[in-house]
């Protein structure tokens, strides 16, 4: 059983926060599928810039699946706090805050991984925000800036210290960006070093490599990040296998069409025709990238500006891919 405050995970695996994918539509769909938790797209702390459509699509929590997790991004204690504020007031049960994002954008602006260099600048930050609100505050960070300067562990204890609750860890650092395999070793001694609930993150695509990611690390749960993208049944998958040490059969084609067509109308009715037909492109693609003619049909797919076209041309390619090769 994994707790963050008064809050009781479902399951032992989590939906990592990641921008321009974790979305409502992306994250109900993984709760559904058996998520403990989802975490949100993160979040700037600049409230000022709150208005732009791209926060007000993120910013209402009241829908949310229960726990409310929201990640927000920023380097001023001051202004990390008051994100918070607003973000509990807005429904979040939980704050988490991102120390992990490797994006040149995020670090040329000290926020996102590149806190990770300034450990007196974090503990600032940490205890703003667990100051600011009366919900659990939570953590998500990379083994350090560069294999030169691992310092998860450090930041771990300076994290316990400060009163957050639960922290993620991804298996690499800011330098080593999504390259390579991610190295649990880390995360091991940051479990060792800490008696608050860790989570591992990084590489985990199948519920073998979340067992023993599990008993490498002795994490409390795994995070799941791009493996769940185009792949939301991987959470029932590695629920079933730690649960019974068996496989769980694949979804059948009927679940897929089922799953994957309300996963593309709830964007749809998210985000509205003209948004919606263009952020459901890279979704459709993450779905059928390993199905036989996959890359064929994305690449039509993407030539689609209308929820109808796109609904159309998904059903008869997952049904009838002949028919589709003719009718495209």
């Given amino acids: 059983m994994v707790t963050i405050g008064n809050h009781v995970l479902a399951s032992r695996t989590i939906l990592a926060p990641m921008a321009g994918v974790t979305d409502r539509p992306f994250r109900q769909l993984c709760k559904r599928l058996g998520a403990g938790m989802t975490v949100s797209e993160m979040v700037t702390s600049d409230t000022s810039l709150w208005h732009t459509r791209k926060s007000q699509l993120r910013l209402p929590h ?47 602006r000290a926020a996102g991984s590149a806190l990770l260099k300034d450990e007196v600048l974090v503990e600032d930050i940490l205890c703003a925000v667990v100051n600011a609100v009366p ?68 590489d985990i695509r199948s519920p073998e490599q979340a067992r023993l990611v599990l008993e490498h690390t002795g994490a409390d749960a795994v995070m799941i990040g791009r493996g769940a993208q185009g792949n939301p049944w991987l959470f029932r998958e590695i629920n079933h296998y730690l649960e019974t040490g068996t496989l769980l059969a694949a979804p059948t084609t009927e679940e897929r069409i089922s799953v994957i067509s309300e996963h593309l109308q709830a964007i749809h009715e998210h985000y509205g025709d003209y948004l919606g037909t263009r952020i459901a492109r890279k979704h459709i693609g993450w779905y059928v990238d390993s199905l036989p003619s996959g890359e064929t049909f994305r690449k039509y797919f993407n030539l689609l500006d209308t929820p109808s076209q796109q609904q159309q041309s998904l059903k008869l390619f997952l049904t009838r891919q002949e028919e589709w090769d003719t009718a495209a």
Avoid at 69 to 83: K, L, R, T
Wanted: glycine content about 6%.
């Fill in 62 to 108: 009241e829908d949310e699946p229960t726990p409310k997790s929201v990640q927000i991004a920023g380097s001023i204690p001051e202004m990390m706090a008051e994100a918070a504020r607003q973000n509990f007031l807005l429904g979040a049960e939980i704050i988490d805050i991102n120390m992990g994002c490797p994006a040149k954008k995020v670090c040329k």
């Fill in 135 to 202: 919900v659990p505050v939570t953590l998500k960070i990379r083994t350090g800036w560069d294999t030169e300067s691992r310092n998860a562990v450090q930041i771990a204890r300076i994290a316990e210290n400060s009163g957050i609750q639960a922290i993620a860890v991804h298996g690499r650092t800011r330098a080593c960006r999504f390259k390579g395999d991610a190295e649990y070793d880390t995360i091991a001694e940051v479990v060792a070093s800490v008696d608050i609930p860790v989570f591992a993150n990084g």
